[in-house]
């Protein structure tokens, strides 16, 4: 147990803490810029089980902030390479990697086996789709995001409000690290307390991270946040599907301008034309993007003038 020796010596964690968190299980959501120091540091902390969900491989242009990879782990899938170093960093934590994105068809298994779930994705479909999930099984999602120089982390769900509280208005565009740039500090110190909102739950502290936001602006050396409890939920949200939960009968649109339809039953219209859109009736529509930003915004204008089932489909390759 000298392992463990320096955190056990805090009165919050002792003998009895450090057993809770052998005995825990994470679900991580992403391996890239908040993963990395999440994993890190959940993994040095002893929590006995972490299965880690990330579809993506291992690339050059992104080392900078995921110092976790080597260069001769380029082109290798994130979740392997990171298992990979975790097992060597701690054996006692056992890491479940699965090369796979995570969608609302296979969220309800993996979040329903966590204690505690941690968002280190980067779309809007993840996001979302792990609150919904989260929310209905009562299980609590630390939450993050990081851009530029700035970031935020908060505890949502598992008797706190969920991440659509509150955000309940999306960005008509959303930025990307490719597009706005990004520092690996600033997603390192998000991570960080993402993990350490997570150990916190794990350890039953208080007070309780859950309905706690924290933001970091490293442009002007400021940190903030509030408590968001008592946030309102939103009326009629816009559920995510998988694409195996598409039906024959469903009206499929492809938001995107810049690919062809994904499949031969999806008409292309731009998000523009959302407003004046007459679907048949008694169908769904579903609305597909990349991230699900355009399709969510899309749906929401779609709702103003329409009563019908609307679903909402990112598109992850």
């Not at 060597?88 to 204690?115: F, H, I, K, M």
């Amino acid at each position: 147990m000298t392992r463990y020796a320096r955190q056990m010596v805090l009165p919050e964690i002792g003998a009895q803490g450090q057993a809770r968190l052998a005995r825990a299980h994470v679900l991580v959501v992403g391996a890239g810029g908040l993963g990395v120091p999440v994993l890190q540091y959940l993994a040095g902390a002893g929590v006995g089980q972490i299965t880690l969900v990330d579809g993506d491989t291992v690339a050059a242009h992104n080392l900078h902030r995921q110092p976790l990879y080597r260069m001769d782990q380029i082109g290798q899938p994130k979740a392997l390479a990171a298992a990979s170093v975790l097992q060597s960093l701690n054996p006692e934590t056992d890491v479940v990697a699965q090369c796979d994105w995570l969608d609302p068809a296979n969220a309800p298994r993996l979040v329903g086996a966590a204690d505690v779930v941690l968002d280190c994705a980067d779309t809007f479909a993840v996001s979302l789709t792990l609150s919904d999930t989260c929310c209905d099984r009562g299980k609590p999602l630390i939450a993050a995001s990081a851009l530029a120089l700035s970031g935020y982390v908060a505890g949502c769900c598992g008797g706190a409000p969920s991440l659509r509280a509150i955000f309940p208005d999306l960005p008509e565009r959303g930025a990307t690290c490719a597009t706005a740039g990004v520092m690996g500090p600033v997603v390192g110190t998000i991570g960080a307390l993402q993990a350490q909102m997570a150990l916190s739950v794990l350890l039953g502290l208080s007070p309780s991270p859950l309905g706690q936001l924290v933001s970091l602006d490293a442009a002007r050396w400021r940190m903030g946040g509030f408590r968001f409890d008592g946030a309102p939920e939103p009326d009629q949200p816009l559920p995510f599907i998988a694409r195996s939960e598409i039906c024959a009968q469903d009206f499929l649109i492809d938001l995107r301008h810049e690919a062809a339809p994904f499949c031969a039953d999806a008409r292309h219209i731009p998000p523009d034309a959302i407003a004046t859109l007459a679907p048949p009736a008694g169908a769904r529509v579903v609305l597909a993007c990349a991230t699900g930003l355009r399709a969510h915004n899309a749906g929401q204008l779609l709702q103003t003038h329409w009563r019908g089932d609307i679903a909402l489909l990112a598109l992850t390759d």
